[in-house]
């Protein structure tokens, strides 16, 4: 895969597969959001491999002048999908796939370009000025965007045969918690495992309905982990007083613990929720688009593509459908109506 900048704000992939000190952020905040795009990175990731077949995986960047539009591929997505990844094992699973494409009907692509974006701002500014092909984004950023009707949404990843899923604010049944204003002053811990903004905003929503505050004033602390367990488990065994995790995890937790399921309870359970979403530029040709589209769809029948999902938790993607949006749009529109009616009474109280 080549290296590829953005006005010269771009990091090369290298720079994150050996390590990089600016991936060391303070702030709990732009920790979880780092930690929130580890499925939004796999997804690019399998873009850029599956649409490499014919060019060489992890080679050196050239300038893209000189080739036609149609010839390179540029795929954007968020620098701040590259963290706490086992990066090591997905670039060694990624080769060897690529080298299985390679063998295959030559792509017409002669190039495709990862592009590393560091900001929201700049992701922004891309989309605006059209310079990406494919955009890789959560589903809070897609719907942040100004001019989100340069890209349309193509795909969306799906497990257990659903797209959307639910987000769990759980507790110990024992400890006879049943409103969220028990939880004040208490320790959640959050397993956000490639979820990005939705679970932080979900659960400020929920606590400014109640007049609670937002999570950092009300909560004595908010600690995010990487798996499902490290949040889970502290809480079943009395080490936290509550945890947000996904459905999903929690039931495969249940499934091979049941005391886990028998002794903790869900105090607030979310709408079904998409995290992520894969868009093309609208106006790139339309041959094209069919051709990245049809190729990523059947990603899972490959046995290479395959091990690629499972190492990052997923089953598949399949075909965007409007509908997957609805209930994030809904969440996110009653999430700024409840924070400007929040700020305007912190306002009013220091008159």
Not at 41 to 57: N, Y
Not at 80 to 89: C, G, H, I, Q, S
Not at 210 to 237: D, M, R, W, Y
Not at 313 to 342: G, I, M
Request: overall charge positive.
């Amino acid at each position: 895969m080549n290296k590829a900048y953005f006005g010269g704000a771009l990091k090369p992939l290298n720079s994150y597969l050996e390590g990089d000190p600016s991936l060391s952020l303070a702030g709990d905040r732009r920790r979880l959001r780092r930690k929130g795009c580890r499925h939004l990175f796999a997804l690019g990731f399998m873009l850029v491999v599956v649409l490499s077949a014919g060019a060489p995986l992890f080679g050196i960047g050239v300038s893209i002048s000189g080739q036609s539009r149609s010839d390179v591929l540029k795929i954007g997505y968020i620098e701040t999908a590259f963290y706490d990844l086992r990066l090591k094992d997905a670039q060694v699973a990624l080769e060897m796939w690529g080298s299985s494409l390679i063998n295959r009907k030559e792509s017409p692509l002669s190039k495709v370009d990862a592009l590393i974006i560091p900001s929201f701002a700049l992701l922004q500014n891309a989309v605006s000025k059209d310079e990406l092909d494919v955009v890789i984004l959560g589903s809070v950023d897609y719907l942040m965007l100004k001019d989100r009707n340069l890209i349309e949404p193509v795909m969306a990843p799906n497990s257990r045969n659903d797209c959307l899923q639910n987000y769990l604010i759980l507790v110990r049944k024992d400890r006879g918690i049943n409103e969220l204003a028990q939880l004040k002053n208490s320790r959640l811990l959050l397993a956000l495992g490639g979820e990005g903004e939705l679970p932080r905003i979900w659960l400020d929503t929920l606590l400014l309905k109640e007049g609670l505050g937002k999570s950092p004033l009300f909560f004595k602390e908010t600690k995010a982990v990487e798996k499902a367990s490290q949040a889970v488990l502290p809480v079943f065994f009395g080490q936290a007083d509550a945890c947000l995790a996904t459905a999903r995890s929690f039931d495969s937790l249940r499934e091979l613990n049941p005391q886990i399921g028998n002794e903790l309870v869900a105090l607030k359970t979310s709408p079904r929720l998409l995290r992520g979403l894969i868009c093309f530029r609208k106006s790139r040709a339309e041959t094209e688009k069919k051709r990245t589209l049809d190729t990523m769809l059947k990603v899972h029948e490959d046995p290479q593509g395959q091990q690629i999902l499972l190492l990052f938790h997923e089953e598949r993607l399949v075909p965007f459908q409007d509908a997957y949006l609805d209930s994030a749009k809904n969440l996110l529109l009653e999430y700024e109506k409840l924070t400007a009616k929040y700020g305007n009474q912190n306002k009013e109280s220091h008159r």
